[in-house]
């Protein structure tokens, strides 16, 4: 099995955005509001049987592909602890506008409340930004008690909402990460790679005038008696959600810090004579130049930027070639060489 290059899997949000990902993968906007594309996905929209999974170029989902042969797509050890479950949704997002303030929940809530095998901890590696002030927000500058919480939600208080969090200024090739239950919003003409546990559940504390129906919508159907008991109320370090800077220099740079581990891996790739790629199931994001991606055997498979690839584990270790830069993104890595 070889790598493969995705098509386009552009999804409909509330929120405006998509030209910048149209502008990557070299095609046409599908329209104002189709900020995201979602890639090798195996997960469907929050409520949707389909909407969301991702198709191979032969017109099988992906999702049926992987079941049909999990081995082949993300090696004996995985398949034998998830199956054909990547454990992964990787997506290209692209703010139009300035995303609301929400939180998604912790894989417990998720479980007790909604039902769902995962919550959803996330991370954002920012790629390109349309402005020199670019930011985004993540984690309260100071503890917030739940009756605070609860007025700021009630009133919709934007202003207290977005004003609470601390802002973090980004340029492109910066990587913040997003523990589940870390209030937080993105800012707006930034276009980033996000990798994220597989689902899509959020809970939206700052919904109105963002074009969300009501609070049944910004609430999961939960109320938010119920759904405020997924928001942390701490104050978070912003400097530590901050991934490690990575060395240009270097055909293999970590982007994300050591906590992501459990959850997701990403790694800046540049053009390498050895394997830069352990074998393992990926998605390879090109973010700079063209090339080509060399598979432990086989053809090369010939790439440029904006392309998005799935690597299986049957394709074995590679290597770039060129002057490709590429975002590749992995599954949680195994708990005996997660860094510690």
């Given amino acids: ?25 070299g095609t046409e906007p599908e329209g104002e509001r189709v900020p995201e594309d979602w890639v090798g996905s195996t997960t469907t929209v929050f409520g949707e049987a389909e909407l969301g999974l991702s198709r191979l170029p032969d017109g099988r989902l992906l999702r049926d592909a992987a079941a049909a042969d999990p081995v082949a797509f993300f090696g004996p050890a995985h398949a034998a602890g998830l199956g054909a479950d990547p454990a992964l949704l990787v997506k290209l997002l692209d703010a139009g506008e300035r995303l609301p303030v929400h939180v998604h929940p912790d894989d417990a809530f998720a479980r007790d409340a909604l039902r769902a095998p995962y919550g959803k901890t996330e991370a954002w590696i920012v790629i390109a930004t349309a402005a020199d002030d670019a930011s985004v927000a993540a984690g309260w500058r100071e503890d917030v008690d739940r009756a605070t919480l609860e007025r700021w939600v009630r ?28 209030p937080h919003a993105i800012g707006a003409g930034l276009l980033i790679v996000e990798l994220q546990q597989p689902s899509d559940m959020s809970v939206l504390l700052d919904w109105e005038g963002f074009g969300i129906a009501d609070e049944d919508e910004a609430t999961l159907g939960l109320g938010w008696d119920v759904a405020l008991g997924c928001v942390e109320t701490a104050a978070r370090d912003a400097a530590a959600l901050r991934g490690p800077a990575p060395d240009p220099s270097e055909p293999v740079a970590r982007l994300l810090p050591e906590e992501a581990d459990a959850f997701f891996c990403a790694d800046r790739l540049a053009p390498a004579p050895i394997a830069a790629l352990d074998r393992g ?60």
């Fill in 1 to 25: 099995m070889r790598p493969i290059v995705l098509p386009p899997n552009g999804i409909p949000r509330f929120y405006l955005g998509g030209a910048a990902i149209a502008a990557l993968r």
């Fill in 155 to 182: 009133e919709q208080d934007h202003d207290a909402l977005l004003g609470a969090l601390n802002p973090i200024p980004v340029t492109a090739g910066d990587a913040i990460f997003v523990p589940a239950g870390t």
């Fill in 281 to 340: 199931f990926a998605i390879l994001v090109a973010i700079e130049g063209e090339g080509a991606l060399l598979p432990e055997s086989g053809e090369a498979l010939a790439i440029r930027r904006g392309d998005c690839v799935l690597v299986p584990w049957a394709a074995g270790a590679c290597h770039l070639e060129g002057d490709l830069v590429a975002i590749a993104c992995r599954p949680p890595a195994p708990a005996d060489r997660r860094a510690r």
